[in-house]
């Protein structure tokens, strides 16, 4: 049966604000407490999934996170009104506040990992939440992200939806962000790749010094077993320590890959050559790699522009294009290797930029924004539908967005209880919108 590679877009949430969380992720840390724009970063991001959808892809939209996060505020010891929550919040525990009222669940490479039904032992295609344990503002998320991803993808005959691994560091798991999967065609058996920033269980293993590696071994392995793949057919690669002390806190910030190609940096991976023999050895004849000289392209320019955290897609004419923010075009140097990779044999074929800077400023490019999903025809008739781009979503949400975001919104304004009101009001209606039920905690 024909298959597809869909890309499910996260909406950025109406409290889209600059916390800077993040510790390890740059970008997050240098706009800290900058005012942000709710309203347009919402709408950079639906400009994106509408042009990908009219270029022939499939493209998928879920949903925020609730925010203010005024349930977990409340299982940490504050109570009354919700307004008398958010106001002892604000007094008595600011950090707090910020992380239950982070924006971050907009980056849905970090909301699962997610294996086809080619992959899988049951034949049915299989969604992990990731725990996201290294950050307390994401810890909270995937509960919330099991429900949404469940109410998208709720036949049972065709998905399976796995708990999140236990919520302790040996078990780190930041999803689809360490994942790729490579495969001749998306209907056939491909191989998974996974990637981690350390072991768990041995600290005798390189690990990197100044930032955290959030992402365990164990939690590759188990996350594979859970799936029922074929470990013959699975690759798991350490990340390169220096580079995730230098900001690449996920492997999407160093590699991206799509069918038979990898799109890497030459720093990427601990040991590239034997991870790059691995994964000629598992996919086999076919398999390549475009690797991206330091002498070309510094970690710190790569880290800066975020020209690895792209989107690599086949389009339905069969080229190959690279989805890259608008940053790497303002950069000297990145810009003119970009023009030399289409000049050569890369194997991309395209590069399409887009204005995604609300969420590059908090940390996030094309690729943290987008969840890979390979349906065939039966699955992809059997999700939900409303959650499926198409024009009159397109136009339908830009007028939710109008009607309940803010267009500046600064960390002091987070405990104000009418940003509650006007978040919750909001979310009610898109759950609506996209035909969810009730997945958030005050709809319960």
């Known amino acids: 049966m024909k298959a597809f590679e869909a890309n499910f877009d996260g909406l950025v949430g109406p409290t ?10 740059v970008a997050s840390q240098n706009n800290q407490d900058a005012p942000s724009n709710p309203r347009e970063a919402a709408k950079q991001g639906l400009v994106k999934m509408k042009a990908l959808h009219d270029m022939g892809l499939v493209q998928g939209v879920l949903a925020p996170q ?43 490479a970090n909301a699962a990992t997610v294996s086809p039904s080619a992959d899988t032992l049951d034949g049915r295609v299989h969604f992990t939440p990731a725990n996201l344990t290294n950050k307390f503002h994401r810890s909270i998320e995937h509960e919330t992200t ?44 491909g191989v998974e790749f996974f990637v981690h920033g350390r072991y768990a269980f041995d600290s005798s293993k390189p690990a990197p010094q100044k930032y955290p590696a959030r992402h365990t071994f164990e939690a590759a392995e188990a996350v594979a077993r859970l799936h029922g793949l074929n470990m013959g057919k699975v690759v798991i690669a350490q990340q390169n320590p220096d580079v995730i002390d230098q900001g690449v806190f996920h492997n999407d910030v160093i590699a991206v890959g799509n069918r038979n190609l990898l799109f890497c940096h030459q720093e990427a991976f601990l040991n590239q ?3 790059k023999k691995e994964l000629h050895k598992r996919f086999g004849e076919g398999f390549r790699v475009t690797e991206v000289p330091s002498d070309k392209v510094s970690v710190q320019d790569a880290v800066k522009t ?8 086949a389009l339905p004419n069969g080229k190959t294009l690279l989805v ?85 919104l600064t960390e002091a304004e987070l405990a ?29």
């Open 324 to 408: 890259i923010p608008e940053e790497c075009r303002g950069n000297p140097r990145v810009w003119a290797y970009v023009e030399e990779l289409l000049a050569s044999d890369s194997g991309i074929d395209a590069v399409k930029v887009f204005d995604l800077k609300q969420s590059m400023c908090n940390g996030g490019g094309p690729a943290c924004l987008r969840l890979r999903v390979v349906l065939n025809e039966a699955e992809h008739a059997a999700m939900n539908q409303h959650a499926l781009m198409s024009d009159q979503l397109f136009a339908t949400l830009n007028g939710w967005v109008d009607k309940h975001y803010r267009d500046r």
């Open 416 to 444: 104000d209880p009418q940003l509650l009101i006007e978040s919750r009001t909001a979310l009610d209606e898109l759950t609506r919108i996209l035909n969810l039920g009730a997945v958030y905690q005050f709809q319960r």
């Open 16 to 25: 889209h604000n600059y916390a800077g969380l993040s510790f390890g992720n």
């Open 306 to 313: 975020y020209l690895f955290n792209s989107q690599l897609l």
């Open 273 to 275: 050559d034997e991870v």
């Open 66 to 108: 609730e925010r203010p996060d005024v349930h977990t505020l409340r299982r940490l010891g504050l109570s009354g009104s919700d307004a008398d929550v958010l106001f002892q919040a604000r007094q008595q525990a600011p950090a707090i506040l910020a992380a239950c009222c982070s924006a971050s669940s907009m980056w849905t």
């Open 146 to 189: 099991g429900r949404i991803l469940q109410a998208t993808f709720s036949d049972d005959k065709h998905f399976a939806h796995h708990q999140a691994l236990p919520g302790a560091e040996h078990f780190g798991d930041e999803g689809a962000a360490n994942h790729t999967r490579f495969c001749t065609e998306y209907g056939e058996q």
